[in-house]
């Protein structure tokens, strides 16, 4: 039960260019989302599929990850002295990615309990196993210190240029 990973409440995409009669033509590209949600997991230890395979507080229980947005831009000119009178062209691109070099987080660790653990121990023990003999969520016993840590952030600002030649 809970919004499953992919689950985000809203997004927004604008994208716009326009082309001047001197041969340059600019675009935007912005995009806002919602962050995902975040649940608190464990290991499924009975038949060994590992860290990270159960759920133990109900799927996206535990919030979300911060809102993000970024704002890329592009830019193309077509020389002049190639565009005249042919077929052939040669065109300078300069794309500028998160040009306002967000850093949000886009995933934490969902892990609340993991394997290796110095206290697995207590987790695996028979009074707090659920009756497929996994772990069941008890506040009492201490979690991971990597949970809700963030794992993935998002692209810092990058710029590339090109040349296109169209014949």
Not at 9 to 17: I, R, V
Not at 103 to 124: R, S
């Amino acid at each position: 039960e809970g919004p499953l990973r992919a689950d985000k409440p809203y997004q927004f995409k604008l994208h716009a260019s326009y082309s001047f009669p001197f041969g340059l033509t600019v675009s935007e590209g912005f995009f806002l989302s919602a962050g995902i949600p975040i649940s608190a997991q464990g290991p499924e230890i009975v038949n060994g599929y590992g860290d990270g395979t159960i759920w133990l507080k109900s799927r996206g229980s535990e919030g979300r990850t911060p809102a993000y947005w970024s704002l890329d831009l592009h830019a193309d000119y077509a020389l002049p002295f190639f565009s005249k009178g042919g077929s052939k062209r040669l065109n300078i691109i300069v794309d500028a990615f998160n040009v306002f070099n967000r850093h949000e987080t886009l995933e934490v660790d969902q892990d609340y309990v993991y394997e290796g653990m110095d206290t697995i121990d207590a987790w695996e023990a028979a009074a707090n196993l659920d009756s497929f003999g996994n772990p069941k969520f008890n506040a009492s016993l201490p979690a991971s210190s990597y949970y809700k840590t963030p794992i993935l952030f998002q692209s810092p600002r990058s710029v590339q240029v090109g040349i296109k030649f169209t014949f």
